[in-house]
């Protein structure tokens, strides 16, 4: 190392401090940025510094990491993660929804002003052609515009694409820069909460399927959220800002989002303190039964329509089965500022906890999935303003992903990474034609299957390809079973082998597969 780049890293973790101290004591943006900028210049140099030094030797080096918040995945892992995204279409499908797909970036000008403070995290690109284009943030924005654009007043559709946030990663949760999103949306004019209550159904169908551990669905509604600030006194033109400090209260305690209204957002200690009598109730009927009953609230007009569709959308979730799966929850915000009425948010539940002196309450691992009803999005693209109602929910799979990760770790299980059925193997030399003519007629009678690539290998080494694959049967040629007619059909697990007519094997082993599948082999 150089003692020039050992120079300019110590200024770089100097610099760094410096933004820390200003970031920790808030001094105003504007010296922030300046400090800011100091460092991401020196940082460009080190990262220039490297580039010249890794040039040489007749060609250039390269730096073999992915990008920061980003990830590559080994047959293992995409096995897994395939896996689950097919059970989570299953449901979809089974729902009745079908599926679109949008570009992976859009106009800047679509994506901005939908996500509120969370606009910041979306990647903008360089002009390449005339459009200033970003990277789509979520799925949602997307849709909205395709339905402008097409014209379309109703759909219940499905989506899985990746999407892209300028975020801070935290690769062990799950937390990436991209990430796949699973999204389910019925758009159309329906009946109160009859399509709301299906996207809570659809969500506990899939939680409950992946089979990774007890959970909850949050339930709230942004209508009540906006008549409980009026009650409070929070003015109208703070009620987004507040929202989005309320919608901490899953990874920070009341104390700092409290502090965070207060020093942040301009409120003043006894509105903070009404807000936080609301934001810690959770219950069910009974709950929205006391709420009715609240002079502050029901003096509020959105409140009183708020609580109106909770009690419905509550009474349709007990009728669909999920009355131990939901929680009505005021501490519920989801900030981003496209939503209009009920929202959810389904979070992963340890073994319960003593709080509160003596209280059993469940602890919370993280959000799994998350969504709401948003009336006025696709308004917003239509260029005469035509309103398109809509719900949707969106699987959070990464965090799926590394959940089950750690569990197949933890427990040792190895996941097969093709769907190989049959291996045609050779016990000699000689064969490799004999092979090639027997696996065309296996392809052609679609079954899946797959051979050496050497002319000669060994048995014993076929053999063990099947047992490390998981191939659950191989087919063995020899000259003298090939004289008779025959091959040998190895069952691979138990090593069984007997022996199988020549003749029709693609459909002989078709049967046998079917079997197989079916638990009678």
Same mark, same amino acid.
């Not at 009728?319 to 209009?340: C, H, K, P, Q």
């Not at 050497?454 to 099947?466: F, G, I, R, S, T």
């Given at each position: 190392?150089?003692?020039?780049?050992?120079?300019?890293?110590?200024?770089?973790?100097?610099?760094?401090?410096?933004?820390?101290?200003?970031?920790?004591?808030?001094?105003?943006?504007?010296?922030?940025?300046?400090?800011?900028?100091?460092?991401?210049?020196?940082?460009?140099?080190?990262?220039?510094?490297?580039?010249?030094?890794?040039?040489?030797? %007749?060609?250039?080096?390269?730096?073999?990491?992915?990008?920061?918040?980003?990830?590559?995945?080994?047959?293992?892992?995409?096995?897994? @993660?395939?896996?689950? #995204?097919?059970?989570?279409?299953?449901?979809?499908?089974?729902?009745?929804?079908?599926?679109?797909?949008?570009?992976?970036?859009?106009? !800047?000008?679509?994506?901005?002003?939908?996500?509120?403070?969370?606009?910041? #995290?979306?990647?903008?690109?360089?002009?390449?052609?005339?459009?200033?284009?970003?990277? @789509?943030?979520?799925?949602?924005?997307?849709?909205?515009?395709? #339905?402008?654009?097409?014209?379309?007043?109703?759909?219940?559709?499905?989506?899985?694409?990746?999407?892209?946030?300028?975020?801070?990663?935290?690769?062990?949760? %799950?937390?990436?820069?991209?990430?796949?999103?699973?999204?389910?949306?019925?758009?159309?004019?329906?009946?109160?909460?009859?399509?709301?209550?299906?996207?809570?159904?659809?969500?506990?169908?899939?939680?409950?399927?992946?089979?990774?551990?007890?959970?909850?669905?949050?339930?709230?509604?942004?209508?009540?959220?906006?008549?409980?600030?009026?009650?409070?006194?929070?003015?109208?033109?703070?009620?987004?800002?507040?929202?989005?400090?309320?919608?901490?209260?899953?990874?920070?305690?009341?104390?700092?989002?409290?502090?965070?209204?207060?020093?942040?957002? %301009?409120?003043?200690?006894?509105?903070?303190?009404?807000?936080?009598?609301?934001?810690?109730?959770?219950?069910?009927?009974?709950?929205?039964?006391?709420?009715?009953?609240?002079?502050?609230?029901?003096?509020?007009?959105?409140?009183?329509?708020?609580?109106?569709?909770?009690?419905?959308?509550?009474?349709?979730?007990?009728?669909?089965?999920?009355?131990?799966?939901?929680?009505?929850?005021?501490?519920?915000?989801?900030?981003?500022?496209?939503?209009?009425?009920?929202?959810?948010?389904?979070?992963?539940?340890?073994?319960?906890?003593?709080?509160?002196?003596?209280?059993?309450?469940?602890?919370?691992?993280?959000?799994?999935?998350?969504?709401?009803?948003?009336?006025?999005?696709?308004?917003?693209?239509?260029?005469?303003?035509?309103?398109?109602?809509?719900?949707?929910?969106?699987?959070?799979?990464?965090?799926?992903?590394?959940?089950?990760?750690?569990?197949?770790?933890?427990? %040792?299980? !190895?996941?097969?990474?093709?769907?190989?059925?049959?291996?045609?193997?050779?016990?000699?030399?000689?064969?490799?034609?004999?092979?090639?003519?027997?696996?065309?007629?296996?392809?052609?009678?679609?079954?899946?299957?797959?051979?050496?690539?050497?002319?000669?290998?060994?048995?014993?080494?076929?053999?063990?390809?099947?047992?490390?694959?998981?191939?659950?049967?191989?087919?063995?040629?020899?000259?003298?079973?090939?004289?008779?007619?025959?091959?040998?059909?190895?069952?691979?697990?138990?090593?069984?082998?007997?022996?199988?007519?020549?003749?029709?094997?693609?459909?002989?082993?078709?049967?046998? #597969?079917?079997?197989?599948?079916?638990?009678?082999?």
């Amino acid at each position: 190392m150089s003692d020039n780049r050992e120079k300019i890293l110590e200024e770089i973790k100097v610099q760094g401090d410096i933004v820390r101290k200003f970031k920790a004591a808030k001094e105003p943006k504007e010296k922030i940025d300046v400090e800011v900028a100091k460092l991401l210049a020196l940082k460009a140099k080190v990262a220039e510094d490297e580039a010249e030094a890794s040039v040489g030797g %007749g060609g250039q080096k390269f730096l073999l990491k992915t990008p920061k918040g980003t990830r590559d995945y080994n047959p293992q892992q995409m096995a897994l @993660r395939q896996g689950v #995204l097919d059970k989570i279409v299953t449901v979809f499908r089974k729902h009745g929804a079908e599926s679109i797909d949008t570009p992976v970036f859009e106009r !800047k000008e679509v994506l901005t002003g939908k996500y509120g403070e969370d606009s910041k #995290l979306i990647y903008d690109l360089k002009d390449q052609g005339g459009e200033i284009l970003s990277l @789509r943030y979520d799925l949602t924005v997307p849709l909205a515009r395709y #339905l402008a654009m097409s014209k379309i007043s109703s759909i219940k559709r499905y989506h899985i694409a990746k999407v892209y946030r300028r975020d801070n990663p935290a690769m062990t949760r %799950g937390r990436y820069r991209e990430f796949y999103q699973c999204d389910f949306d019925i758009a159309g004019t329906y009946d109160a909460m009859i399509p709301d209550a299906e996207c809570v159904k659809v969500v506990s169908e899939i939680l409950s399927g992946l089979d990774i551990g007890d959970y909850v669905i949050k339930l709230n509604h942004r209508m009540l959220l906006d008549g409980m600030f009026e009650a409070c006194g929070v003015p109208a033109d703070k009620f987004r800002s507040i929202c989005s400090a309320v919608d901490k209260l899953d990874k920070s305690p009341w104390a700092e989002v409290k502090r965070e209204m207060m020093e942040e957002k %301009g409120l003043d200690e006894s509105t903070a303190d009404q807000i936080g009598e609301y934001v810690q109730l959770a219950g069910g009927l009974e709950l929205v039964e006391k709420l009715e009953k609240d002079p502050k609230l029901t003096a509020a007009k959105s409140a009183v329509s708020g609580l109106e569709q909770m009690k419905k959308l509550l009474k349709y979730c007990e009728v669909l089965g999920l009355t131990n799966e939901i929680r009505f929850d005021l501490s519920l915000a989801r900030g981003l500022d496209y939503y209009t009425g009920v929202i959810y948010e389904a979070v992963l539940t340890a073994m319960p906890e003593m709080v509160n002196g003596g209280e059993v309450e469940p602890v919370t691992l993280g959000s799994v999935a998350g969504g709401g009803r948003y009336d006025n999005l696709v308004g917003m693209f239509d260029p005469k303003g035509k309103q398109v109602p809509c719900v949707g929910v969106s699987i959070g799979v990464e965090r799926i992903f590394s959940l089950l990760e750690a569990k197949q770790a933890a427990e %040792g299980i !190895k996941i097969r990474t093709t769907d190989v059925e049959v291996f045609v193997a050779s016990a000699h030399k000689g064969l490799h034609e004999q092979r090639l003519k027997i696996i065309t007629e296996l392809w052609d009678g679609g079954i899946k299957a797959e051979h050496s690539y050497k002319e000669n290998p060994k048995l014993l080494v076929q053999l063990q390809h099947c047992e490390e694959a998981g191939i659950p049967f191989a087919l063995i040629l020899g000259d003298s079973e090939l004289k008779r007619g025959v091959v040998k059909l190895r069952e691979v697990t138990s090593r069984k082998e007997e022996e199988i007519s020549r003749e029709n094997i693609a459909e002989e082993l078709s049967r046998r #597969l079917s079997l197989l599948r079916n638990g009678d082999f």
